[in-house]
């Protein structure tokens, strides 16, 4: 089972309208580039047809996510400085004493001129930090070895 955020679903049940909402258009897509003649080497045709599956795809993925997803409620108090989906965590990597903002979210949204980084509970930094507490050392295994961090502030 999926951990989302309230952000999270409504991101995700907003595509999903998007998506659907797209569907007559291909459909006229496909009609046109079909009346245009010969099938094999119409690219029109074979471009609508491709897109038509991918987003058919992408339809399917969303709803099943959608059908399992557990939505957190994050209005209700968390315990007090431990790591749960939806805090930001600020920590510092020890050795360098670098210090970063992260965000345990859902579903990352890319967005790349957010104060914070984003992070999934499934990556392996959201594993680590998932219920961990202020003042504790989290190891992270990363490409370049493992990584320890230490959580100074939880919000």
């Not at 569907?23 to 006229?28: F, G, M």
């Not at 965590?89 to 579903?107: I, W």
Request: aromatic share 4%; glycine share 8%.
């Amino acid at each position: 089972m999926e951990m989302i955020t309230p952000e999270d679903k409504v991101r995700l049940e907003t595509r999903l309208t998007e998506l659907r909402a797209n569907r007559p258009r291909i459909t006229e897509r496909i009609a046109e580039a079909r009346a245009l003649g010969d099938l094999k080497e119409n690219a029109e045709y074979h471009s609508a047809r491709e897109q038509q599956g991918m987003e058919e795809a992408e339809i399917k993925r969303l709803e099943d996510r959608l059908a399992t997803a557990h939505v957190v409620d994050d209005s209700k108090p968390q315990a007090d400085g431990v790591v749960f989906l939806g805090s930001t965590v600020k920590l510092r990597e020890v050795g360098s004493g670098d210090e970063d903002l992260y965000r345990l979210v859902g579903e990352a949204t890319g967005d790349l001129s957010l104060d914070y980084i984003e992070v999934t509970v499934t990556s392996p930094m959201g594993e680590a930090l998932m219920k961990s507490r202020i003042g504790e050392t989290v190891s992270v295994r990363a490409p370049r070895g493992v990584k320890e961090f230490l959580i100074v502030e939880v919000n």
